[in-house]
């Protein structure tokens, strides 16, 4: 059974870049066919899909986060980053990674990190 852990800083201050890490047991980055996610969720708000990067490595982005974010992965640690660029107290949030796969049409999340929360503030 596959599970995500996620680390990084809980505290950042206003216009640096968050960064968090995501360490994958259970399975490889690297298996066909899955997709590995950073959601986020700002308090009191829904879930806010970020980004994905697919076991081929090929990254997707939301657009209205697509300036700021960027997604790398080290297979050799079995681990995927999430990088948030010149944060704003609106990127508080508690951060979560998740495993994705599209089946039959659908896209679903099938697995998930426990969420760590980050506060932007100086």
């Known amino acids: 059974q596959v599970q995500l852990q996620e680390s990084g800083p809980g505290l950042v201050k206003p216009s640096q870049t968050l960064s968090l890490t995501c360490t994958v047991s259970?399975?490889?980055?690297?298996?066909?066919?899955?997709?590995w996610n950073w959601i986020r969720q700002p308090p009191g708000k829904g879930l806010e899909w970020m980004g994905a990067?697919?076991?081929?490595?090929?990254?997707y982005y939301s657009p209205s986060l697509k300036s700021r974010t960027s997604i790398s992965r080290d297979t050799s640690k079995n681990q995927f980053t999430l990088q948030l660029s010149s944060v704003t107290p609106e990127d508080t949030a508690v951060y979560y990674c998740?495993?994705?796969?599209?089946?039959?049409?659908?896209?679903?999340?099938?697995?998930w990190g426990q969420g760590t929360q980050v506060t932007v503030s100086s």
């Open positions: 259970g399975g490889s980055i690297t298996t066909n066919y899955y997709y």
């Open positions: 998740a495993r994705g796969q599209l089946l039959v049409g659908t896209y679903y999340f099938d697995s």
């Open positions: 990067i697919a076991y081929s490595g090929s990254t």
